[in-house]
Antibody, heavy 116, light 112 residues
Framework: VQLVQSGAEVKKPGSSVKVSCKAS????????ITWVRQAPGQGLEWMGR????????NYAQKFQGRVTITADESTSTAYMELSSLRSEDTAVYYC??????????WGQGTLVTVSS | QSALTQPASVSGSPGQSITISCTGSSSDIAGYNYVSWYQQHPGKAPKLMIY???NRPSGVSNRFSGSKPGNTASLTISGLQAEDEAEYYCSSYTTRTSGVYVFGSGTKVTVL
């Protein structure tokens, strides 16, 4: 299974962005889909995850109230929506599947640029 | 500020072995066997190298190995090769309020 993400986005401060992640060549397993972001020149940051079969999502405290992760099992697609965007949200956003408690495979990444 | 601490850089000559440390607490590394390691080359997505402390995914070289003595996890790369030059991140399940999982700060591995 490969994870294929939607294309790059340019957004204005205060707006929202919704990034998709589609399982290609297979379907979602019972495992979680995790979202991770990486600001330019910075490290990896865990944002949250969803277990599609349960529809249960967990979020990092830092993003609580601003991020919503959903999944559509019928299309094997997960979504990450981030609202109230600010310049510090400029980053590459990755989705990843699960191999036990590891993150695998990874999507190709989606660059989100927040600029006025 | 990452919850897991890694050295900023580690270097070694081809053929040598190097070890990258990842220090946490009883809320993460010391409390659970859910440590994973990722390799990231510039401009590329991360790649899972080790999961659940010691397990290697299919296709990952056996030159990569993981361990976890106490509240510090370690990734060892033996027989260092030029293509191992990359950024490496650890991750762990956590019961801190910050989230379900947390990443380390990252370590740049340089092959001399």
């Amino acid at each position: 299974v490969q994870l294929v993400q939607s294309g790059a986005e340019v957004k204005k401060p205060g707006s929202s962005v919704k990034v998709s992640c589609k399982a290609s060549g297979g379907t979602f397993s019972n495992d979680a889909i995790t979202w991770v972001r990486q600001a330019p020149g910075q490290g990896l940051e865990w944002m949250g995850r969803i277990i599609p079969i349960l529809g249960l999502a967990n979020y990092a405290q830092k993003f609580q109230g601003r991020v919503t992760i959903t999944a559509d099992e019928s299309t094997s697609t997960a979504y990450m929506e981030l609202s109230s965007l600010r310049s510090e949200d400029t980053a590459v956003y990755y989705c990843a599947g699960a191999l036990d408690n590891g993150f695998d495979p990874w999507g190709q990444g989606t660059l989100v640029t927040v600029s006025s | 500020q990452s919850a897991l601490t890694q050295p900023a850089s580690v270097s070694g000559s081809p053929g040598q072995s190097i070890t990258i440390s990842c220090t946490g607490s009883s809320s993460d590394i010391a409390g659970y066997n859910y440590v994973s390691w990722y390799q990231q080359h510039p401009g590329k997505a991360p790649k899972l190298m080790i999961y659940d402390v010691t397990n290697r995914p299919s296709g990952v070289s056996n030159r990569f190995s993981g361990s976890k003595p106490g509240n510090t996890a370690s990734l060892t790369i033996s027989g260092l090769q030029a293509e191992d030059e990359a950024e490496y991140y650890c991750s762990s399940y956590t019961t801190r309020t910050s989230g379900v999982y947390v990443f380390g700060s990252g370590t740049k591995v340089t092959v001399l």
